[in-house]
C-alpha cells in the first residue's frame, strides 16, 4: 500500500473534485424538469441532489485534515445509496411514494414528543392538532417513526435484497449487504464515536492534556475515496432508473481520475 502523503491527498481532493463537476455538469446539460408531484420522478434526483452537497461537504472537511469527521459524513451517503437502490430495484412508485409521505410520520413524531415534554403547551397543542388533521391519514401507513419502511423495517434488510434493476451482477456486487456490512459499519464507529474512533485522540502518556488529537492522513484518504464511489453509485442508479442514457458521460467523469498519476481511484 502507498504511503498516503500529503502531495497524494491533494492530487485525491482534486481528482474527486473534478470527477463531482464533470457527474454534474453531464445531468445539467441534459435540462431535466422533475415532475414535482410524482415521487418516483423527484425522490431520485432528491437524493443525488444530497448527494453531491454532501461530497463537497466532506472534501471540505478532508481539505482541512478531518479525516475521522469526514468519514462520518460519508455514512450519509452510503445510507442514501442504500436507499435509492432498495427504491429504484422494483416497485418503484410504491417505495419511492412509502419514504416521501414518511415525512407525516416524523412530523407527528415531533409533535407529540414536544408537547410531551411541554405538557399544557398551546403551541405544542396546535402543533399535534395541524399534524393530525394535515398528515393522520399518512402517518397512520406507518408502524413506527424510526425507519420509512415497514417490510423491509432497516437499512440492511433494504442492502439484502438481489439486484433487479441492473441485470447481469454477479456475488457480492448483486446485492449491497458487503456496503452494509463493511463500509457502512466502519463509517458507524465515527458516527457513533466507539472506542475505535476515539482512538486517534486518546490522551498521550506523562503529557500535559492539550484537547487536541492525531489527524490521520489515511482517514481523510478515505474518506476521499468513499464519498466519490457513493457518489458515482447514487449517479449511476438515477441515470439507470430514469433511463437518461448519460452512461459514457458517467464513465468519462470517473476516468478522468486516472489522469492523477498518484490519485485514489488505482
Excluded at 153 to 172: C, R, S, W, Y
Excluded at 196 to 208: N, S, W
Aim: with cysteine; net charge negative.
Amino acid at each position: 500500500m502507498r504511503e498516503t502523503t500529503e502531495a497524494r491527498i491533494i492530487a485525491s481532493i482534486e481528482a474527486a473534485t473534478t470527477a463531482a463537476s464533470r457527474l454534474k455538469e453531464a445531468i445539467v446539460a441534459e435540462k431535466i424538469y422533475v415532475a414535482t408531484g410524482v415521487a418516483n420522478s423527484s425522490i431520485p434526483y432528491e437524493h443525488l441532489t444530497k448527494a453531491f452537497q454532501v461530497h463537497e461537504a466532506i472534501l471540505i472537511l478532508c481539505r482541512a485534515g478531518y479525516g475521522s469527521e469526514a468519514l462520518a459524513l460519508s455514512r450519509t451517503m452510503i445510507e442514501m445509496f442504500i436507499t435509492i437502490r432498495w427504491i429504484t430495484n422494483q416497485n418503484q412508485v410504491e417505495r419511492s411514494e412509502g419514504f416521501a409521505f414518511f415525512v407525516a410520520k416524523r412530523k407527528e413524531y415531533m409533535a407529540k414528543t414536544f408537547l410531551k415534554y411541554q405538557p399544557g403547551s398551546l403551541v405544542g397543542a396546535d402543533a399535534v392538532k395541524f399534524v393530525e388533521n394535515t398528515y393522520k391519514q399518512y402517518a397512520a401507513k406507518y408502524s413506527s417513526w424510526v425507519f420509512w419502511s415497514n417490510k423491509p423495517n432497516n437499512l440492511k434488510q433494504l442492502a439484502e435484497e438481489k439486484e433487479v434493476l441492473i441485470p447481469g451482477l454477479t456475488a457480492p456486487n448483486d446485492d449491497a449487504l458487503m456496503t452494509y456490512e463493511l463500509f457502512y459499519s466502519h463509517a458507524s464507529d465515527y458516527v457513533h464515536a466507539t472506542a475505535m474512533a476515539l482512538d486517534e485522540v486518546f490522551p498521550a502518556t506523562g503529557e500535559p492534556y492539550t484537547a487536541e488529537g492525531k489527524r490521520r492522513p489515511g482517514h481523510v484518504y478515505e474518506a476521499i475515496i468513499y464519498s466519490t464511489q457513493w457518489l458515482v453509485h447514487i449517479m449511476i442508479r438515477v441515470n439507470t432508473f430514469r433511463q437518461l442514457g448519460l452512461d459514457d458521460a458517467i464513465h468519462d467523469a470517473y476516468e478522468c481520475t486516472d489522469g492523477q498519476n498518484d490519485g485514489p481511484f488505482h
